[in-house]
């Protein structure tokens, strides 16, 4: 496995951000972005802690939503 993908949502209750991996058991969050992206590459090197099958390649994919009112 050279790759991995993280979905990313806004936190609604605390703020921040969640990353979740896609087909992985790993959870990570932050307040800022900064934050988070070196907490998913902390969260991918701990959970993959000394095997050489390891990803190479982190994807963030951002999901975002919004509501419109249409009156």
Do not use: Y
């Not at 087909?23 to 902390?42: C, F, K, N, P, Y």
């Not at 969260?43 to 919004?66: K, M, S, Y």
């Amino acid at each position: 496995m050279r790759e991995i993908v993280f979905q990313v949502e806004e936190d609604p209750v605390d703020g921040g951000f969640v990353a979740h991996a896609v087909g992985h058991g790993i959870v990570t969050q932050a307040d800022t972005l900064d934050e988070l992206r070196s907490m998913v590459i902390d969260a991918v090197r701990c959970h993959f802690d000394g095997q050489r099958e390891r990803p190479t390649v982190v994807h963030l994919h951002f999901i975002h939503e919004e509501t419109l009112n249409c009156p």
